[in-house]
């Protein structure tokens, strides 16, 4: 069976980009899903200073679950236009060990939030960002107004964007 592992870019304990994320990776057929939480790889803000102490645990354990899938889904939240501090730090942390912190993994690319936009900014910037990390980006979906659109217990609500993420799904071989 295959593993796809899925997580949100926030350390907040309600995100709904990990809500997100979790439902997408649950529209696979025939695989397995692991949702990891961010706030499970606590790690220092990144510094030349620190790497000289050693790599954390943390950093290594959240690679070692990286190569461990066949299929990323990630949903990022958007943070004044970017990636939140606690994902872009957690990308420094595991580029140090590999530049292709990805591992050429296929991965499918979210954002959402409450605003019209749905994360479109942080969405553009990992799109173009995240090959030359050694993604193999196979479809990007941005859920706009997250509150109207999405149900905790029926997931996406509005058949427009339930169909666009759909689709993007059946067309992903993995």
């Given at each position: ?8 870019g926030s350390t ?16 696979f057929t025939n ?45 990022l939240a958007e ?96």
């Amino acid at each position: 069976m295959k593993k796809i592992i899925a997580f949100g870019g926030s350390t907040s304990q309600t995100s709904i980009n990990k809500q997100l994320a979790t439902y997408a990776a649950h529209l696979f057929t025939n695989a397995e899903v692991e949702v990891l939480d961010l706030n499970d790889y606590p790690l220092p803000v990144f510094s030349v200073d620190l790497e000289k102490e050693g790599m954390p645990q943390a950093a290594q354990d959240f690679y070692a679950k990286i190569g461990s899938a066949d299929l990323l889904v990630v949903s990022l939240a958007e943070h004044n236009g970017a990636y939140s501090a606690a994902f872009k730090n957690l990308l420094d942390w595991t580029s140090r060990i590999n530049g292709k912190n990805f591992q050429d993994k296929p991965m499918v690319l979210l954002a959402t939030s409450p605003g019209g936009r749905g994360g479109a900014s942080v969405l553009e910037i990992a799109k173009n960002r995240f090959p030359f990390q050694g993604a193999q980006v196979k479809g990007t979906f941005s859920l706009p107004s997250f509150y109207e659109n999405f149900d905790v217990n029926n997931g996406i609500i509005q058949p427009e964007y339930k169909a666009q993420l759909e689709a993007i799904v059946r067309g992903i071989e993995f």
